[in-house]
């Protein structure tokens, strides 16, 4: 009888990187989406409807996609490649807010990472993509990762997401 092979989850780098340090990210796919301009993307603020979009993984990333289902709902994060990375406090805007605010307490892109979340819908998924609803992101939008998305016991949506 032949054992399992086991494998470990982390690998040992030292010390975790301080505020300030650099940190790699590799972009993992592309999202294909219908809108072209920062004006075309749903916001709570022009209440526009959210369209299917196709998220393609490189070829070398695309076996982490099995085991993801039509139906299903997962948690994409993507990189906001034209955002402005030098603000931590957004101003006053007419219509939007009355006071400046602190980048983290809201969903704009400028910040210092501009790496977005969405929970997204799968509508159809494929050997190399998938077909979702949910994303606000600029076609060609850099892919950095997806997950499943996991709600826990004794919340709603908005507030029960792992």
């Known amino acids: 009888m032949s054992e399992t092979p086991t494998y470990t989850i ?15 990210c590799r972009v993992i796919g592309a999202i294909q989406t219908p809108y072209k301009r920062m004006e075309d993307c749903p916001s709570r603020h022009n209440k526009r409807e959210y369209l299917p ?16 289902k039509a139906g299903e709902r997962a948690l994409v994060l993507y990189w906001l490649h034209q955002a402005r990375r030098d603000m931590v406090r957004l101003p ?27 929970v997204v819908e799968i509508l ?3 050997e190399d993509e998938l077909d979702v609803v949910g994303l606000d992101c600029l076609d060609g939008t850099p892919l950095l990762d997806i997950k499943r998305a996991k709600f826990y016991e004794g ?4 507030g029960g997401l792992s």
């Open 10 to 24: 982390y690998q040992p780098e030292g010390d975790a990187p301080r505020p300030g340090d650099s940190i790699e």
């Open 53 to 68: 979009c196709t998220i393609r993984l490189a070829p070398e990333y695309a076996p982490g996609l099995v085991g993801l």
């Open 92 to 118: 006053a805007r007419a219509s939007v807010r009355e006071k400046p605010v602190g980048v983290f307490s809201t969903r704009s892109p400028p910040r210092p990472n501009p790496i977005a979340a969405a």
């Open 124 to 126: 159809a998924a494929r």
């Open 155 to 158: 919340s709603d949506a908005a």
